[in-house]
């Protein structure tokens, strides 16, 4: 079963920020918080990840809860092809393959109008 | 940087025939890659971890010897759906982990329609 509980939608109006809220309350010390989207009949994209500090790149930024437990993925400026199923994730980021793996819960479909 | 690739992007096979489905790292290598399906409206769901020369480990409840990996190189690995049927109808995607690297990558997904 998926670590992570998310809204099942979200709409947001294009140009403004989109706050993606993702619970991990269980998430232990070695994992990270990932998150990708999915257009839809499409590979999922990288977005970004975290551990405990806020991170920014060129697509969004992640804010974690100083306890961890929960994070939100910010779009700041959001636009029609940012619609989307953005899932949030927790895996550990050592070992092995099999200790890497992405368990998927059923994400956050977002739509952006105009 | 980051590619990864997957051949064919779609295909339509009779029931009982077996596929090859190709998963490429385009611009690194791979030690790790998986492979996931998704039924419509659903999520992805994980059917195996497969790491460079050794032996794929599967998910319960799928099949290893009908979804046969090899993962031969670190650039490649395949996905064969042997005596496909009907039911194996989804959306088959793969993703690619670099050594020592945070991230999967993931191709675009392989369409598989079984008559």
């Known amino acids: 079963d998926a670590k992570t509980t998310q809204p099942p939608s979200m709409d947001c109006a294009e140009g403004r920020a989109a706050n993606l809220p993702c619970n991990h309350s269980t998430i232990s010390g070695n994992e990270y918080v990932y998150w990708y989207r999915q257009i839809h009949s499409q590979g999922p994209q990288y977005i970004i990840h975290g551990l405990k500090n806020n991170e920014t790149n060129e697509m969004a930024s992640l804010i974690i809860t100083e306890d961890r437990k929960s994070s939100t993925l910010i779009l700041p400026h959001a636009t029609l092809r940012d619609t989307a199923v953005y899932y949030c994730i927790v895996s550990s980021a050592v070992g092995a393959g099999n200790n890497r793996k992405l368990i998927w819960g059923l994400g956050t479909s977002l739509a952006v109008n105009p | 940087g980051a590619v990864v690739s997957q051949h064919p992007s779609w295909v339509i096979c009779k029931s009982g025939t077996s596929v090859k489905i190709e998963c490429r790292s385009l611009?690194?290598?791979?030690?790790?890659m998986f492979w996931y399906r998704q039924f419509p409206k659903q999520s992805l769901m994980l059917m195996a971890t497969?790491?460079?020369?050794?032996?794929?480990?599967?998910e319960q409840g799928v099949e290893k010897d009908k979804f046969l990996i090899n993962h031969a190189s670190l650039t490649l690995s395949t996905l064969t759906v042997t005596s496909a049927h009907p039911e194996d109808s989804s959306f088959y995607i793969c993703?690619?982990?670099?050594?020592?690297?945070?991230?999967?990558?993931f191709g675009p997904g392989t369409r598989l329609t079984v008559l």
């Open positions: 993703s690619a982990l670099r050594s020592g690297a945070h991230t999967q990558y």
């Open positions: 497969s790491n460079e020369g050794s032996k794929a480990t599967y």
């Open positions: 611009d690194f290598q791979a030690t790790t």
